[in-house]
């Protein structure tokens, strides 16, 4: 898989049970609540100011789930996903990319026809056992504990760009 990593250009999640446990609370008002982890928000924020593309494909409708990842500084957020393809299709087309040169981390069913068809397919710990069969990398972290920061800094790592440069203490900015 270390060959396949230095021509990643892209990663594309889902969101629940990837990006969150998967867990939804409901509150009175019928919002629905996720939790998200911060070392992934890092991580995606990182990749995309190292000049990565991220996409979010996901089923969950919520302006919440918009919100989170708009701070993120992701541009191609697809909501409401019932069926994945299409969606996945259109963000390949809006931004030219190649699938060689994608991951997708997924957990469930309604990712597997895209994950069989990127160069990487990414699941946590707990997906489920039809995803884990199909996938490259099974990351040892569940949902919502830090998959995408595992995926996002191997990869960054092996192109020499996950760390980020020090402010010079001498470059003016404090006396």
């Known amino acids: 898989m270390l060959d396949k990593l ?12 990837v990006l969150t446990n998967g867990n939804i609370l409901v509150a009175e008002n019928g919002e629905q609540l996720r939790q998200y982890n911060i070392k992934d928000g890092y991580a995606i924020q990182l990749a995309i100011k190292k000049g990565y593309e991220v996409a979010v494909i996901t089923g969950a409708k919520t302006e919440a789930v918009n919100l989170r990842l708009k701070g993120l500084g992701v541009k191609h957020i697809y909501l409401n996903a019932s069926y994945k393809m299409p969606l996945f299709l259109d963000f390949l087309e809006k931004t030219g990319k190649q699938k060689s040169e994608i991951v997708y981390c ?16 990414v699941c946590p710990s707990d997906g489920v056992q039809e995803i884990k ?3 490259n990398y099974i990351s040892p972290f569940n949902g919502g504990a830090g998959v995408a920061r595992d995926i996002i800094e191997k990869v960054l790592k092996v192109q020499n760009n996950w760390f980020v440069e020090k402010p010079n203490a001498d470059d003016g900015a404090i006396k």
């Open 6 to 17: 230095k021509d990643i250009t892209t990663f594309v999640f889902d969101v629940d049970g």
């Open 106 to 121: 997924g957990d469930d069913l309604p990712d597997q026809e895209i994950m069989e068809q990127v160069a990487i397919a």
């Open 133 to 135: 069969d199909i996938c």
